[in-house]
């Protein structure tokens, strides 16, 4: 009798952590999804704490962006500051997508692996104050590597060029290709911003 007793209640034991093992699994899971995609309360928290640090250390006089993805985020940052920045916003083209040809006058032409990029020239002819590059994501670093070398054959001093993501990945961090500002380290690009996945 006590013997079939310790039998279920060791039973009862068992069953009771394997659904534990899966409740908690699946919420793990569930966290680890989110972590992997911002909302867009999340990027108006993003545009507030990284306007605050930006702050602390200089006032863009422009923001540059690649193209409209940064240029959606450039929008919320740019409440952040006390007066209206301009921000000029490059023609981006994924390669892999049928798209007709970008400009070429007045433009700096920047081709990475995955994407073609045509950036306003008029972004370098501001004479004095700091020009902040920013994008939503940054993989490697190298197209902002890039793009600051760009400006600096422009005639942009390079201790006037500052950058910043919302989300830069560990590999550039590694490479040390990180962004000056930044709010979130993902592990790679399967993450998700509201307009869609990252690139």
Same mark, same amino acid.
């Given at each position: 009798?006590?013997?079939?007793?310790?039998?279920? @209640?060791?039973? !009862?034991?068992?069953?009771?952590?394997?659904?534990? $093992?899966?409740?908690?699994?699946? %919420?793990?899971?569930?966290?680890?999804?989110?972590?992997?995609?911002?909302?867009?309360?999340?990027?108006? *928290?993003?545009? +507030?704490?990284?306007?605050?640090?930006?702050?602390?250390?200089?006032?863009?006089?422009? &923001?540059?962006?690649?193209? @409209?993805?940064?240029? +959606?985020?450039?929008?919320?940052?740019?409440?952040?500051?006390?007066?209206?920045?301009?921000?000029?916003?490059?023609?981006?083209?994924?390669?892999?997508?049928?798209?007709?040809?970008?400009? #070429?006058?007045?433009?700096? *032409? &920047?081709?990475?692996?995955?994407? #073609?990029?045509?950036?306003? @020239?008029?972004?370098?002819? =501001?004479?004095?104050?700091? &020009?902040?590059?920013? /994008?939503?994501? !940054?993989?490697?670093?190298?197209?902002?590597?890039?793009? %600051?070398? #760009?400006?600096?054959?422009?005639?942009?001093?390079?201790?006037?060029?500052?950058?910043?993501? !919302? !989300?830069? $990945?560990?590999?550039?961090?590694?490479?040390?290709?990180?962004? /000056? =500002?930044?709010?979130?380290?993902?592990?790679?690009?399967?993450? =998700?911003?509201?307009?869609?996945?990252?690139?």
């Amino acid at each position: 009798m006590v013997e079939a007793a310790i039998a279920a @209640l060791s039973w !009862v034991i068992t069953i009771v952590s394997l659904a534990l $093992t899966v409740y908690y699994g699946q %919420k793990s899971s569930r966290l680890e999804r989110q972590k992997k995609k911002l909302e867009w309360a999340d990027l108006q *928290a993003a545009a +507030t704490d990284m306007g605050r640090k930006i702050k602390a250390s200089f006032t863009p006089v422009a &923001i540059l962006t690649p193209g @409209l993805r940064g240029a +959606t985020f450039a929008n919320l940052l740019q409440n952040e500051f006390s007066r209206q920045v301009p921000v000029f916003v490059g023609v981006s083209t994924w390669k892999e997508d049928p798209h007709a040809p970008l400009p #070429e006058s007045d433009s700096i *032409a &920047i081709e990475t692996q995955r994407w #073609e990029v045509a950036i306003p @020239l008029a972004a370098s002819r =501001f004479p004095d104050g700091d &020009i902040l590059l920013l /994008d939503d994501f !940054v993989m490697s670093g190298d197209f902002m590597e890039r793009l %600051k070398k #760009e400006l600096v054959n422009a005639g942009v001093a390079s201790e006037r060029i500052h950058s910043a993501a !919302v !989300v830069v $990945t560990k590999v550039a961090m590694k490479n040390r290709k990180a962004p /000056d =500002f930044y709010w979130m380290v993902a592990e790679d690009d399967d993450f =998700f911003f509201p307009w869609g996945k990252a690139r």
